[in-house]
């Protein structure tokens, strides 16, 4: 049942569309029974890896072991362990809860064919020589700060996808103290071991359900975006993907001490020791108690403790392994939205309380030049300093790493598209801030989720113009406008979508 606008935490896995027939397909594991709607063949809560649980809680993600006879997929698999959103947040973002073992599943959504034989789709629209039609396919790795969210949200159904030629894939992965904890004798990051298993999962069992081995584009927003960002600088991420869509993600890791600071303070608050044994002795809900405890006031634009990728075990950092070339090879689309931090300001009533004291502090943290403060001032005329603070730390965290991965790459002849989300909801004082652009990608600004965020006042040709744009890029690996040159061209999507070259140039200029 999807979320409503005032409650956008009530969302269930229970009720799904009465399919209009099963349908089958083959793969490693055995025989999946899904799902046709409308059109569209949908297998839900596919297991890509075993369940991290029991022996292999904290472990490296292993392969599943399989099934015998035909395997439910008609309905979302198991969620990872977490807990909804709250301090105002829940009124926008949804959560969903569906309970499990297998965490460690996708969802799949196809275009429906004549008939599925070996793990091969055969399809009506062959080509002259009688060869099966093969799909590009899009993976999305959700969001929620490594320590919520889920494939099963409504907001990531991916039906439009399927509607318009591409096989779209949705994972799950560990988040929070299962997927991110820093224990001295566990791997490290492993929600990112996880997604890219998914990947590798997906590359080898895609055409069973018509998608092409050789056209996969890996997508994701906010901490999604950030585990593709780690992925492709991972020495073992070659060969993951062929294009990759980063939405709104930090392309930072911390050094392991900084980013083993939460796992050191839930170790405290349990009085259980910081390594396998110790986590591994409690259960997974009370770690998710925990977790809430030892972060309560957190937000990723004013700081405290928080759940982070951290360098090490062969992780570089991100941002500087793919300024020096990781990934050339892979045509990246990057962009954020125009006001990214008004999401953690607004719903929670923190832009009111943002004082003289917090803006002298940010400044001095991230050594904030005069010049620059003065230039944002100038271009604000009116604003208040949690509105400004909000202007400065989106820039700080998203659009500037932005600029300089594509200016670094444009350097090497690599491809890069950027865009800017600009459209300004109504609703709580959002405007364009973080998570905006999901309606507008799944084209579906009619669902009570999209609502939850946009106030339903969002035109269809943003959706139209947006959702084109990455059905494009992933079936031709171009999303229709000016790649990344000097000039500096940023598709912004707005009432009126356009190419603008340079904006706010002045403000990206001062931080330099």
Same mark, same amino acid.
């Given at each position: ?9 009530? @969302? ?35 297991? #890509? ?58 969802? @799949? ?51 439009? %996808?399927?509607?318009?030629?591409? *096989? %779209? @894939?949705?994972?799950? #992965?560990? *988040?929070?103290?299962?997927? &991110? ?27 069973? &359900? ?7 584009? @890996? ?9 593709? /960002? ?7 991420? /070659? ?31 349990? =009085? ?20 809430? !405890?030892?972060? /309560? ?5 004013? =700081?405290?403790?928080? %759940? ?30 125009? +006001? ?22 940010? !400044? ?26 909000? $202007?400065? $730390? ?24 950027? #865009?800017? &989300? ?8 959002? =405007? ?9 990608? %799944? ?8 609502? $939850? ?19 494009? &890029? ?32 002045? +403000? ?5």
């Amino acid at each position: 049942m999807a979320s409503r606008p005032d409650d956008a935490a009530a @969302v269930r896995a229970d009720e799904i569309d009465e399919p209009d027939e099963a349908v089958v397909a083959r793969v490693g594991g055995g025989m999946l029974r899904g799902s046709r709607v409308d059109g569209i063949d949908r297998f839900l809560g596919v297991p #890509y890896a075993a369940a991290p649980f029991g022996p292999l809680r904290f472990a490296r993600p292993e392969p599943h072991l399989g099934w015998t006879g035909g395997r439910d997929a008609t309905r979302p698999g198991a969620t990872a362990p977490q807990a909804p959103y709250g301090g105002g947040l829940e009124q926008v973002l949804p959560s969903i809860e569906v309970p499990g073992d297998e965490i460690l599943n996708l969802n @799949v959504w196809a275009p429906s064919t004549e008939a599925r034989v070996d793990g091969t789709t055969l399809d009506e629209v062959g080509d002259p020589s009688g060869a099966p039609t093969l799909r590009p396919v899009l993976v999305w790795v959700h969001g929620g700060a490594l320590s919520r969210g889920a494939n099963s949200l409504d907001s990531y159904d991916g039906s439009t %996808f399927a509607r318009d030629g591409v *096989v %779209f @894939v949705s994972i799950n #992965y560990r *988040v929070g103290s299962e997927g &991110f904890s820093v224990l001295e004798d566990a791997p490290l990051n492993l929600g990112l071991l996880d997604v890219m298993a998914a990947l590798r999962w997906v590359r080898s069992e895609i055409a069973a &359900f018509g998608g092409d081995p050789g056209r996969i584009t @890996v997508a994701g927003q906010s901490a999604g975006a950030s585990l593709i /960002a780690a992925a492709l600088a991972h020495p073992d991420g /070659a060969g993951l993907a062929d294009r990759a869509i980063l939405q709104s993600g930090p392309l930072a890791a911390r050094p392991r001490d900084r980013a083993a600071r939460i796992t050191r303070l839930i170790a405290k608050d349990l =009085g259980v020791a910081a390594d396998r044994e110790g986590f591994a002795s409690v259960a997974p809900a009370e770690l998710v108690a925990a977790q809430l !405890r030892v972060t /309560a006031g957190t937000t990723p634009v004013t =700081g405290g403790p928080g %759940f982070a990728l951290a360098a090490g075990e062969g992780l570089p950092d991100p941002e500087v392994a793919l300024g020096a070339g990781a990934a050339d090879a892979i045509p990246v689309l990057i962009g954020s939205t125009r +006001e990214e931090a008004r999401l953690w300001l607004e719903p929670t009533g923190l832009t009111s309380r943002i004082s003289a004291l917090h803006l002298a502090a940010a !400044r001095l943290s991230f050594k904030i030049r005069g010049a620059t403060m003065r230039v944002y001032r100038r271009n604000r005329p009116g604003a208040s300093r949690g509105e400004l603070f909000g $202007a400065l $730390a989106t820039d700080l965290l998203l659009r500037l790493p932005i600029n300089r991965l594509a200016d670094a790459r444009l350097g090497r002849g690599a491809e890069t598209w950027v #865009y800017e &989300f600009g459209w300004s909801s109504p609703r709580l004082g959002l =405007g364009a801030a973080h998570c905006m652009e999901l309606p507008a990608v %799944f084209d579906r600004l009619d669902a009570d989720d999209a609502v $939850a965020l946009t106030g339903g006042a969002a035109p269809a040709s943003l959706a139209g113009e947006m959702h084109g744009a990455w059905v494009a &890029f992933a079936t031709h690996g171009d999303p229709g406008w000016e790649r990344w040159t000097a000039d500096r061209p940023v598709r912004t999507f707005d009432v009126q979508t356009r190419t603008v070259l340079a904006p706010r140039e002045d +403000e990206r200029a001062s931080w330099e």
